[in-house]
Nanobody, 125 residues
Framework: EVQLQASGGGLVQAGGSLRLSCAAS????????IGWFRQAPGKEHEGVAS????????LYADSVKGRFTISNDNAKTTSYLQMNSLKPEDTAVYYC??????????????????WGQGTLVTVSS
């Protein structure tokens, strides 16, 4: 059974940084995609970043491009979302998701098969 555990959320001032982690277990293959999504209060879910473990390719939402970086550790067990230059509008519950498969990226929720619990990021102005 695939399990994802997200962590690293917290309170940070605008302009600051946070790093979220998503620990993955249960995959039968090293090839999968990791996605980070967020949901701000009163808003729809938004796909933020996606990473393919098979080739290291990445995909970012325009709203975070240049500020957020998604990566994986060499063991392919933990994904990270490094968030820099945070803005109050980045405040949201952040979720990690995963999809088994090779060379796939996506920022839409329906593309993912597995979800972790959310971690709250609050950016104060």
């Amino acid at each position: 059974e695939v399990q994802l555990q997200a962590s690293g959320g917290g309170l940070v001032q605008a302009g600051g940084s946070l790093r979220l982690s998503c620990a993955a277990s249960g995959f039968t293959s090293d090839d999968y995609a990791i996605g980070w999504f967020r949901q701000a209060p009163g808003k729809e879910h938004e796909g933020v970043a996606s990473f393919s473990t098979s080739d290291g390719s990445t995909l970012y939402a325009d709203s975070v491009k240049g500020r957020f970086t998604i990566s994986n550790d060499n063991a392919k067990t933990t994904s990270y979302l490094q968030m820099n230059s945070l803005k109050p509008e980045d405040t949201a519950v952040y979720y990690c998701a995963a999809k088994a498969g090779r060379s796939w990226l996506g920022l839409y929720m329906g593309g993912y098969d597995y979800w972790g619990q959310g971690t709250l990021v609050t950016v104060s102005s």
